[in-house]
């Protein structure tokens, strides 16, 4: 007869997944992701021009890298909800990014006869 008992093995507990940052009712994409990229790009965009970026820019620099362009549009809207970027703050910064206008010089009066 075998008197042996069985000691049970403790399992490892599963390491926890990490939750995505979650604000204004929207949770950030997992890094590495398509969705992601789109987010890191929007960031990038921002960072560089000190201003929210534009969803056109968004558009193209995803774009470039073969990123469907349903999925940078419905990330884009997520990115500006997570962010709080408004309407008016979107504004602005196409405001900002257009070039100046140029400044006319006044007509030179036409010269006249003496």
Known sequence: ??????????????AA???NESQNGV??????TKTGRVWEIADA????????A?????????????????????????WTQFYGVSKEDRQAAREAAKPPKPVKEPAAPAPTEA
């Open 45 to 52: 965009i921002s960072a560089k021009l000190q201003r929210p």
């Open 1 to 14: 007869m075998n008197d042996a008992v069985e000691t049970p093995v403790a399992e490892e507990p599963k």
């Open 17 to 19: 997944k990490p939750r």
């Open 54 to 78: 534009l969803r056109e820019e968004v558009m193209r620099a995803c774009e470039d890298e073969g990123i469907n362009r349903g999925t940078i549009a419905t990330q884009y809207a997520r």
């Open 27 to 32: 949770s950030k994409p997992a890094a590495g």
